[in-house]
Every structure is written in structure tokens, then in C-alpha cells.
């Protein structure tokens, strides 16, 4: 596609509940990173993917974050047991992953809601 | 380690004002450092950013910012403000060797006509 996308554009769900937010990142981008932002502040690094695997997932903030991309190209991140804290715009962003210093590129985000 | 900081949460300018939009970095290596803008309901579109081929950077939109090192900053300044440029602004550092982001806390820029 001709950017960054992700789906849904707006979850709401219960606390306690499963969810998954998918990203599909620009064809031939390498990169891909996961951003939380919550009301008020930046977006915050989750995990980045280099190809299939996970070269950082500092960001995550407990294991019930956990992310994959088996194919090397779309992305899910998946909550469990959500809590009311989770609720955040979830941003995707990809990258050529090529240059050392390269720009992200950001979809529009899927907003969260946990009640 | 790497981060940054946003200083003024809101700023308020006249159209035609000067736009000055503050950025202090913190990095244990030498930065590369990023300009973002989100536009109310759209996604993060950059500006500008530093990659130490030159101190002074112009972005799009008519936006620059220059990097001093010794002042650990990257101030991003535009002439003359638009009412289009109404927006939120995020100065970011990157992370080698996977380049994620470290934002500030962005900045609310209104314009007023």
C-alpha cells in the first residue's frame, strides 16, 4: 500500500479481554516498531522487528504485551487480560530498515479503549 | 541512554510571529534527532531531521532547526507562523543500532490569526 495502515482504527473493549491490533507496514520495509500514546504524551517505544524477529522489546511493559510478525511483513500486537491503564493510541511505524539513520514512517494508530 | 525534553507544553503565537519550539537532548552517543508533526486526527509526519551532516536543518513547510551540541539542543524555528501550522510537535532521538524513537512530550502550537 501506499502507507502505513492499521486496524482496527478504534478498539473498545472490557477489562479482562483479549485484543490484537494490526499493522501493515509500507511493501518492502524491513523495520517496524510499535509506539503506545497515551493522552497528553509522546508516543512511547514498545518493541521494534527487524525482519520476523524481535531485535527490541525493552519497551513492552509486562507480559501481557506481546507482538509478532512470522512473515517479516504485517505486525499484530496482542494484549491480554487488558486493564483500564492500556487504554492508549497504539502507533505502528516501518522503515527501509537499509540506512543507519533512517525515517519512520507512522500509520495512523488504533485507539484503545479498556472500561 | 537517550532522551529528550520538551520545554512549554502549549505555545501561542500571532500569525506571521516567529515559531520557536524548544528541544534539549540527552544521549550517550552522538544523537541523530527528529522533528515530527501531528496534525489533529493524522498520523506523525516529519519534519526535519539531523543526521550530523550539517548543524542547521531545513525541514518542510518552511520549518528548521539547528543542533548545538553544547547546549544539547535542537530548537525548531519557522519565520513567519501560518495558520495551517497549528499542530502538535514531537522532537524525538534515535536509538542506534535500531533507530526506535525516544519522544518528548510534545508541544501544542496554536496560532492565533
Known amino acids: 500500500g501506499a502507507g502505513v495502515s492499521q486496524t482496527p482504527s478504534n478498539k473498545v473493549t472490557e477489562k479482562g479481554k483479549y485484543v490484537e491490533l494490526r499493522c501493515d507496514p509500507i511493501?518492502?520495509?524491513?523495520?517496524l516498531y510499535w509506539y503506545r500514546q497515551s493522552l497528553g504524551q509522546g508516543p512511547e517505544f514498545l518493541i521494534y522487528f527487524q525482519g520476523t524477529g524481535a531485535a527490541d522489546d525493552s519497551g513492552l511493559p509486562n507480559d501481557r504485551f506481546f507482538a509478532v510478525r512470522p512473515e517479516g511483513s504485517v505486525s499484530t500486537l496482542k494484549i491480554q487480560r487488558t486493564e483500564r491503564g492500556d487504554s492508549a493510541v497504539y502507533l505502528c511505524?516501518?522503515?527501509?530498515?537499509?540506512?543507519?539513520?533512517?525515517?519512520?514512517?507512522f500509520g495512523p494508530g488504533t485507539r484503545l479503549t479498556v472500561l | 541512554a537517550q532522551s529528550v525534553t520538551q520545554l512549554g507544553s502549549h505555545v501561542s503565537v500571532s500569525e506571521g510571529a516567529l515559531v520557536l519550539l524548544r528541544c534539549n537532548y540527552s544521549s550517550s552517543v552522538p544523537p541523530y534527532l527528529f522533528w515530527y508533526v501531528q496534525y489533529p486526527n493524522q498520523g506523525l509526519q516529519l519534519l526535519l531531521k539531523?543526521?550530523?551532516?550539517?548543524?542547521l536543518v531545513k525541514g518542510i513547510n518552511g520549518f528548521e532547526a539547528e543542533f548545538k551540541k553544547s547546549e544539547t539542543s535542537f530548537h525548531l524555528t519557522k519565520p513567519s507562523a501560518h495558520m495551517s501550522d497549528a499542530a502538535e510537535y514531537f522532537c524525538a532521538v534515535s536509538k542506534p543500532p535500531g533507530n526506535q524513537f525516544y519522544f518528548g512530550t510534545g508541544t501544542s502550537l496554536t496560532v492565533i490569526p
Open positions: 511505524a516501518s522503515s527501509s530498515g537499509t540506512r543507519k539513520i533512517d525515517e519512520q514512517f
Open positions: 539531523y543526521t550530523s551532516a550539517a548543524t
Open positions: 511493501s518492502g520495509h524491513t523495520a
